[in-house]
T-cell receptor, first 116, second 116 residues
Framework: DAGVIQSPRHEVTEMGQEVTLRCKPI?????LFWYRQTMMRGLELLIY????????DSGMPEDRFSAKMPNASFSTLKIQPSEPRDSAVYFC??????????????FGDGTRLSIL | AQSVTQLDSHVSVSEGTPVLLRCNYS??????LFWYVQHPNKGLQLLLK??????LVKGINGFEAEFKKSETSFHLTKPSAHMSDAAEYFC??????????????FGKGTHLIIQP
């Protein structure tokens, strides 16, 4: 079975440029999560969607970050303009959320983002 | 509110010896608990989960964890470490019964080092 697919795997760009990260969740999953991982702060939840609707975006650092989920099989995380402090590994995860809190999340391999 | 504390940031063991990674949690509701493993440059992979069934949970790769409500602990163990077990391990809590999408709270991780 195909897992969560993220693209690109690596992205290097100059500060000020727009960055778009992409995620395809596991088919049939109804929840999608975007995380950021750094050495300093560990794993941080940025935003999550349930049935394509953003539920909690309180983890989004600032207005430069935005996320969309136009359909059940695709989501994007956009940073505009990018800054060096945005450098991190960004993970997408999906799950079949039933409201009981006991469903595990399945993670993609991440996008390693470097802003110069 | 829920939280999780991984008591050791680094654990070093010799190959063939037992592994113990410690995790304590707090939760206002009946928790679901997970252990994930992250190998270098990879996403998080589910090792095992506890969801109010048997308190001793067996996972992949010979790992198991025991849920102890009186101690609010969910320690991860393995009888005999293998070199391939070297990775970062995350303890995760989710509150059953909260409803809505299943948000997880991650510990800060324990880096497991296997000495030859």
């Amino acid at each position: 079975d195909a897992g969560v697919i993220q693209s690109p795997r690596h992205e290097v760009t100059e500060m000020g440029q727009e960055v778009t990260l992409r995620c395809k969740p596991i088919s049939g999953h109804n929840s999608l999560f975007w995380y950021r991982q750094t050495m300093m702060r560990g794993l941080e939840l940025l935003i999550y969607f349930n049935n394509n609707v953003p539920i909690d975006d309180s983890g989004m650092p600032e207005d430069r970050f935005s996320a969309k989920m136009p359909n059940a099989s695709f989501s994007t995380l956009k940073i505009q303009p990018s800054e060096p402090r945005d450098s991190a590994v960004y993970f997408c995860a999906s799950s079949l959320a039933l409201g009981g809190g006991n469903q595990p999340q399945h993670f993609g391999d991440g996008t390693r983002l470097s802003i110069l | 509110a829920q939280s999780v504390t991984q008591l050791d940031s680094h654990v070093s063991v010799s190959e063939g010896t037992p592994v113990l990674l410690r995790c304590n949690y707090s939760s206002s509701y009946s928790p679901s608990l997970f252990w994930y493993v992250q190998h270098p440059n990879k996403g998080l992979q589910l090792l095992l989960k506890y969801t109010s069934a048997a308190t001793l949970v067996k996972g992949i790769n010979g790992f198991e964890a025991e849920f102890k409500k009186s101690e609010t602990s969910f320690h991860l163990t393995k009888p005999s470490a293998h070199m391939s077990d070297a990775a970062e391990y995350f303890c995760v809590v989710s509150e059953t019964g909260r409803g809505g999408a299943d948000g997880l709270t991650f510990g800060k991780g324990t880096h497991l080092i296997i000495q030859p």
